[in-house]
Structures are given as C-alpha cells and as structure tokens.
C-alpha cells in the first residue's frame, strides 16, 4: 500500500485571522484525498505584503520562516491561489534561487489544484441547495493556472448548479495593497463584479481566494446585499 503524504497547510493569514473555517474544511478535504494533514504552528505570513510594497529585507526574513516551517513535508497546500503563487512564484527570486526556495516551490499547491490533479479527486459527498457563480482570483488563475479545477469539482456537489460570470477572469479590485492605494478604482472595480454576479441570478458567490471574497463580502453588506459568499473549500467540505 502506497503510504499517504504528509501534507504541510499554509493556513493564510485571513483564514487564521477572519475565516477559520475554511481552514478546518481544507484539512477535511485533504483527509478525503487521502493526506495526512500537518498545520505548523510556527507559521506566519507568506510575505506577499512585503515583497509587493518594495520590503524585500522583510519579505527575506519571512520567506526563511515559512521553508524552516514547511521544508519537512511532501507537499504544501493553501486555500489560496495568491498565497502559494507567493511560494511557488516568488520565492526563488526573493531568495535568488536558492535551493531552499526552489525545493518549496515544486511541492507548493493551491488547494483545489492539488486535490484534481495531484491526489486525482473527481468528486466530493458534498450537500449545497443554491444557484452559485464562481470568480476566479488574478494569483489563482494567472500564477496557478487554475480554472477548470474548482469548477469540476463543484459540478459533483449534489444540489449545487453553477452559473458563469460574464467576466469571471476580471479583478475584483481587491489585489491587495491596491485597494489601499487606490479605493475609488478598487470600489468601483468591485461594483462591477458584484453587478456581474447579480446578473446572473445567483444566490451565493464563491471562490478560491478569501481575499477576494472579503472584499466583495465587504462591498455586498455596505450596499445592503445579501447574497452569501463563501469560500470554494467551505462548499466542498459541506460546510456552508
């Protein structure tokens, strides 16, 4: 019998911090995969904050905590498209190849991508009764290379239909330290996609990247909307 890999969770820092959940329901579907599941305690940010504002000093020293955290296991996995963008893209030239970085990187995986095409998952025993659209995150699609992947997987949820954005490939306005530089735009890019969502009848919005969904979240209650929002994870964990 093949043994089960050790899975490291890069947990991200808006998941401890503001969703917990969508952490519990990542270790739930790694189990279904057939994972044994390791969070390290010592995990912090994965310093994309500090290496986007020009902190490359900062985002060293985080880059150095994050392989002494997670250097040890045969694949590390974050719900988050952004996040292991950070690991898998950035690493190595934030460390300038070292074979530390580059080592990570090849075994770095966003969630959805590491359960179809590494652990070969074709469905989840997952229950959601709604209509739902699916926005996919610049890190995730561009960086990640994922699409077809959270969308096959959410095709097996028993009650669950999809209805596509229109622009579903389109920022949201979030992308981090942009929309504290620049509110208006990432208000108004964020109005857009909200808009888009409406239109096409849904009744709940998800996606990969928490980031993302917050600011949307966000943007949804200070204009007295309703729709839910909830992390892909949380939909293929049955945890909605």
Not at 27 to 53: F, H, I, Y
Not at 62 to 75: L, N, T
Not at 185 to 198: P, T
Request: proline share 4%.
């Amino acid at each position: 019998m093949t043994a089960r890999p050790r899975v490291g969770l890069f947990v991200t820092c808006l998941v401890d911090l503001v969703r917990p959940q969508v952490g519990f329901a990542a270790v739930k579907l790694l189990e279904q995969s057939r994972c044994d599941v390791v969070v390290p305690t010592m995990q912090t940010c994965c310093g994309q904050p500090a290496w986007n504002a020009g902190a490359d000093k900062d985002a060293r020293k985080i880059a150095e905590q994050v392989i002494a955290a997670f250097g040890e296991f045969d694949y590390v996995v974050a719900p988050s498209g952004s996040c292991a963008g950070m690991i898998k893209r950035h690493y190595p030239e934030v460390l300038n190849n070292d074979p530390r970085a580059l080592a990570l990187a090849a075994k770095t995986h966003e969630l959805t991508s590491f359960l179809v095409n590494v652990r070969g998952m074709k469905s989840v025993p997952a229950k959601c009764e709604a209509r739902a659209c699916y926005h996919d995150s610049c890190s995730s699609l561009r960086e990640m290379r994922v699409r077809e992947q959270p969308r096959g997987l959410l095709a097996s949820v028993e009650g669950l239909s999809i209805s596509e954005l229109t622009d579903c490939d389109v920022c949201c306005g979030f992308g981090g330290l942009f929309s504290v530089k620049y509110p208006e735009i990432s208000e108004r890019m964020a109005d857009d996609k909200i808009a888009d969502a409406i239109a096409t009848g849904a009744d709940m919005l998800t996606g990969g990247d928490l980031g993302c969904l917050l600011h949307l979240e966000g943007r949804m209650k200070r204009r007295g909307m309703t729709m839910r929002v909830r992390h892909v994870a949380e939909v293929l964990a049955d945890e909605t």
